[in-house]
T-cell receptor, first 114, second 113 residues
Framework: DQQVKQNSPSLSVQEGRISILNCDYT??????FLWYKKYPAEGPTFLIS?????DKNEDGRFTVFLNKSAKHLSLHIVPSQPGDSAVYFC?????????????FGKGTKLSVKP | GAGVSQSPSNKVTEKGKDVELRCDPI?????LYWYRQRLGQGLEFLIY????????KSGLPSDRFSAERTGESVSTLTIQRTQQEDSAVYLC???????????FGPGTRLTVT
């Protein structure tokens, strides 16, 4: 049973517009969430994270929103650039700041058209 | 810079053979993780090392899978008697203590024929 779900396998957006990638989770014990970006033939790279005590975290063009009651988070990229084209993975953990494995979604492939 | 490295980058093996996959974490990173990604799937956790001990082996899919780590450096993931369903990209990640920002290597693409 998938604990982290990314229901959209792909998303296409025009350059300069907003990209919104969504993620849902089922385990209420998750307390830390991350987004990773993956280019072909490379490992995932960390993008942005959010603790469950917050509902928003912003880093430049990237903002993550967390809605705990809905068990939903989203990644907003504004403005989108062609270099943002990649697979984006949502990940979650339940270890409250200590180390532990991450539970990943299946990913959403973002294509940003020039 | 010296990131996480993995070898080989690609491995094709016949069903029933044993394979060893290697991961060199970032120097100073105490925690090391192995994941695999099957085609069209997300990353699936396999095993986690803190130093050279493995507190969490819960993701290993069968007793054909084992892993070891020497001190706080190299780790090897061994798959015995490989099966076609073992075909996947095997990813290694490392991290310093008390942070979730796992740094991933480029992965080893394993194909079992």
């Amino acid at each position: 049973d998938q604990q982290v779900k990314q229901n959209s396998p792909s998303l296409s957006v025009q350059e300069g517009r907003i990209s919104i990638l969504n993620c849902d989770y089922t385990n209420s014990m998750f307390d830390y969430f991350l987004w990773y970006k993956k280019y072909p033939a490379e490992g995932p790279t960390f993008l942005i994270s959010i603790s469950s005590i917050k509902d928003k975290n912003e880093d430049g063009r990237f903002t993550v929103f967390l809605n705990k009651s809905a068990k939903h988070l989203s990644l907003h990229i504004v403005p989108s650039q062609p270099g943002d084209s990649a697979v984006y993975f949502c990940a979650a953990s339940k270890y409250g700041g200590s180390q532990g494995n991450l539970i990943f979604g299946k990913g959403t492939k973002l294509s940003v058209k020039p | 810079g010296a990131g996480v490295s993995q070898s080989p980058s690609n491995k094709v093996t016949e069903k029933g053979k044993d394979v060893e996959l290697r991961c060199d974490p970032i120097s100073g990173h105490t925690a090391l993780y192995w994941y695999r990604q099957r085609l069209g799937q997300g990353l699936e956790f396999l095993i986690y090392f803190q130093g050279n001990s493995a507190p969490d082996k819960s993701g290993l899919p069968s007793d054909r899978f084992s892993a070891e780590r020497t001190g706080e450096s190299v780790s090897t993931l061994t798959i015995q008697r490989t099966q076609q369903e073992d075909s996947a990209v095997y990813l290694c990640a490392s991290t310093v203590d008390l942070t979730y920002e796992q740094y991933f290597g480029p992965g080893t693409r394993l194909t079992v024929t």
